[in-house]
Each structure stands twice: as C-alpha cells, then as structure tokens.
C-alpha cells in the first residue's frame, strides 16, 4: 500500500478558518483539562544559518490519530527567495501505530495553528471594547496575527513595528491589501495599542513593560526556545492575569519562565489558555494582562487529524 503524501496545494483546498479555529480552540480546552498526551519538544539551532528546528508529537486522548511535526525557521531565507518556516506533519493511528498519511504542509499547519491560538487568545483575554492591535515583527506570522484576529473582531488599526521601515512598509501594504489600516510604528507608539502581539525570534524583549497602557493585553509567540525572549520580566509583574498554553514548557523556555527567574512573577502564577477559552476571564478594564504561548503538540494533532479528515472524504 502507497503511503498517502499530500501537498500544500490539496491542504490549503481542505483547510478553511472556521475548521483551524474549531480544531486549535477544542485542543487547547483539552488540553487545559488535562486530556491530552504531549511529550517535551525536540529543540535544534543552526546559528550559521540563523536557522532552528522543532519536532512536536501530541495526541488528544480518545483520538484515533497521534502526529510527530517537524517545523524549521530559518529567518534568512527571505533574503534568498524562499520562506522562512518549511515542515511536514505524519499523521499515525493511535490504535495500530500505522502511519496513516503524510502532510507535506511546508510549514502551513503550524503557521495555522500559530495564528489561530494567537487570536483565539488575544480575543478573550483583551476588553471587549479593544480595538487597536500592534505586532512587533513583519513576517508571516506578523502578517496571519493581524489578519485572523480580524476574523474576531473589528480592528481599526494596526501599528506594525519592525527591525527596518522597508519590512514594516511592506507588511502594513499587505495588510492594507487586506482590507485593513496598517501602518509603521515606533516600539514605543505600539506598546501603546490595546492589543499587542509579538512574533520575533528575539533574544532580548522588544518592548518596554512600562510603554505598555493600563488595560493592554500582549500575547507573546515567539519564545519558542530557552534562549529567545520577546516580553519583559516586568511586564509579568504588572499583569493582572497571566494566561500559559502549557505551564510546563513556558516555565522551561517561554517568556513567563524569563519572568520567573527573574522573580518577576511567581511559578505559579499563570492559568491555562484553555480554561479561559472555556470560561472567559472576568478582567477589570484597567487590567493588564497577558499570554504565553509556546505551541502545544495536541494542538498540531487536532488540526492535522481534522483536515485529513477533509483530505480523505
């Protein structure tokens, strides 16, 4: 029997928002609860080439299929004509360990899943009335943040800072092409906005914690590995409510384990994104709050097993 191989072409086809959202958002309320079996991930750098590599397994307990991904960012790559993120998902059956199928995604998924729980997040944990979003970063991810929060909720404006003007400018015509109002700003003028996201390979935090306005919220996904870190330690001092997609992995590498070493926050101090989505968070306007998502293996399982699912109707 052939092993079924299945392009970014017929993933796309089979994929639509509403499928990613629902997939992310019920994984993540799994794994909450504590229904999900997720090994810790793999980690691999490449500094010459400015290059990293993550290899994922998870499985939602009940679920026929398990997944192992493999994701790389090589930031770079732009430079050279390609894109920055490649990977493929192997989709194998929780009853026999036959491997049902392979995902060649280039990395789709994860930006999907990225993007999804991103917005889910942002969207229960910011006030109701927030409606200016800034994204510190000017990739794809940058790019996905701004548009699937939209799917959400009105934004009227999107303040984009990057590491140079020429890929801000660039982001915020992609944005606009979109439909929405994008433009430039300084690190300063976007830690201002009533919603923030980061999306950087960063080693240092990009923004100040006291730029940062009473009643913010800032959902941090870059901090991927235990040497990045996107969000201030301080910051975590000043929110109200600190949300993790994992405790254990954002204690080991994220930007809420920066925070606790420093003593910024204790170990503790955190609640699961998928028990907000769940029961949504009862914030004081004034309230500061803030996630840190690390990406979850359950999550690329539930997503890749339901468009399989598509993929094979």
Request: overall charge negative.
């Amino acid at each position: 029997m052939t092993l079924p191989v299945f392009d970014t072409a017929a993933i796309e086809a089979a994929a639509t928002s509403q499928l990613v959202f629902d997939a992310v958002r019920g994984a993540l309320i799994a794994h909450a609860e504590g229904r999900t079996l997720v090994p810790p991930p793999l980690h691999m750098e490449f500094p010459e080439a400015d290059g990293d590599c993550h290899v994922k397994a998870g499985w939602i307990t009940g679920a026929t299929d398990f997944t192992v991904k493999i994701a790389t960012g090589f930031y770079g790559n732009p430079g050279l004509g390609i894109p920055s993120n490649h990977g493929l998902v192997c989709v194998i059956s929780a009853r026999t360990g036959q491997i049902r199928a392979l995902l060649d995604d280039r990395g789709r998924l994860t930006a999907w899943r990225t993007a999804a729980v991103g917005a889910l997040i942002t969207h229960a944990m910011a006030r109701p009335s927030a409606d200016t979003l800034a994204v510190f970063g000017t990739g794809e991810q940058a790019r996905l943040q701004a548009s699937w929060l939209a799917k959400l909720r009105p934004i009227s404006t999107v303040l984009v800072h990057g590491r140079t003007l020429h890929k801000a400018n660039g982001l915020c015509e992609q944005l606009n092409a979109l439909g929405q109002h994008a433009r430039p700003a300084s690190a300063q003028e976007a830690a201002g906005a009533d919603m923030i996201i980061t999306t950087t390979p960063a080693t240092s935090p990009v923004l100040d914690a006291w730029h940062v306005r009473e009643g913010a919220h800032v959902t941090g996904i870059g901090t991927d590995m235990p040497h990045k870190n996107e969000l201030p330690p301080a910051l975590f001092h000043r929110a109200r409510l600190i949300a993790t997609d994992d405790h254990n992995q954002c204690l080991d590498h994220g930007d809420f384990a920066h925070a606790v070493r420093a003593g910024s926050t204790a170990h503790d101090s955190d609640i699961g994104a998928g028990q907000l989505l769940k029961t949504p968070p009862d914030r004081p306007e004034s309230a500061i709050t803030v996630a840190d998502l690390t990406g979850v293996g359950a999550l690329d399982a539930a997503l890749a097993s339901a468009i399989l699912d598509q993929l094979l109707r």
